[in-house]
């Protein structure tokens, strides 16, 4: 290779190693997409708490477009975890809504007795 070919292939090679590493997610945000799309196909969340499965929505939504529009990783990653914080207090509204049903089911139940 001549000095030439050198230069190109050093060039080439460092074009592609930036381009790559802009286009890598954050494992974060990742995270959340999984946590999300688990939130999503969970009747049991959506049905019984479709506030806090909204904001969740929301949460992703604005997480994406901020890594979409800015790639900033540090902000994507910090929107990535309210995002996991909403599809906990999602999963956790609705565990609540139903213990809250069978509580209700098992009282009738009783008052028959």
Request: charged fraction near 25%; proline fraction near 2%; hydrophobic fraction near 35%.
């Amino acid at each position: 290779m001549n000095r030439a070919n050198d230069f190109s292939f050093y060039a080439s090679a460092a074009l592609m190693t930036f381009m790559f590493g802009c286009a890598t997610v954050p494992s974060a945000l990742e995270q959340a997409r999984q946590n999300y799309q688990q939130m999503q196909a969970d009747q049991q969340i959506t049905g019984n708490a479709p506030v806090a499965s909204y904001e969740a929505s929301q949460a992703m939504r604005r997480a994406d477009q901020t890594w979409k529009e800015n790639g900033d990783e540090e902000e994507a990653t910090h929107l990535a975890y309210l995002t996991n914080k909403r599809i906990q207090i999602a999963r956790d509204t609705a565990q609540q809504k139903v213990a809250e049903t069978e509580a209700q089911q098992l009282k009738q139940e009783r008052e028959k007795l």
